[in-house]
């Protein structure tokens, strides 16, 4: 990810990087998993009896999208209304970047299991296709892990609690 995104967005209003993140990653993730689990089953269906045919891709895309669905809700209906009022709870956040390290090694998995997300020579279109989406969603949820971490997640310094006054760690909201 490139460090221009991050300062692109370091002194954003929060609900606007909110507002981002929500169309730009959680919308879009919603979006490419289903139609990669689809495209997944067709080449493993297809090409199950080629060397390099990803067998357990299509499970692999089910589980990153269960776990990503599960973690975006907790976002959007926990994390996300707290960090837009100016909250910056350390527990839930916590949790997040931990899930967010989860994410990462879900990442590593697909990237082994595809080969970086290089299509075998002589592949079909769809699996040309497939490996194209994959490379996509890779790049578009390190982004999105990346903004989360390393902007929205970051309380500003104006904002910072002094000495235990005014914090907060979840637990109470």
């Known amino acids: 990810m490139s460090q221009q995104l991050i300062q692109q967005w370091q002194d954003a ?8 993140i929500l169309a730009n990653y959680h919308e879009k993730h919603r979006r490419q998993l289903p139609e990669l689990i689809q495209l997944a089953r067709k080449i493993e269906d297809v090409h199950n009896d080629h060397q ?15 776990e ?4 975006m809700m907790k ?5 996300f209304p707290m960090l837009a009022g100016g909250i910056y709870p350390s527990g839930p956040i916590a949790v997040m ?3 967010h390290g989860e994410h990462e090694q879900l990442l590593e998995r697909l990237a ?10 002589g592949a079909c279109g769809s699996w040309i296709m497939l490996y194209e989406g994959i490379n996509e969603l890779m790049a578009d949820l390190r982004e999105h892990i990346a903004l989360e971490n390393e902007v929205l997640f970051r309380e500003p310094i104006a904002a910072a609690p002094q000495h235990g006054k005014d914090f907060c760690c979840g637990s109470c909201q």
Not at 13 to 20: D, G, R, S, T, Y
């Open 13 to 20: 209003p929060v609900n606007e990087l909110i507002q981002h």
């Open 52 to 66: 390099e045919c990803p067998v357990g891709l299509a499970d692999l895309l089910s589980e990153m999208a269960n």
């Open 68 to 71: 990503l669905d599960s973690h």
């Open 75 to 79: 976002e959007e209906q926990i994390l």
């Open 97 to 99: 970047e931990e899930e």
């Open 112 to 121: 082994k299991l595809t080969h970086q997300g290089k299509a075998p020579r």
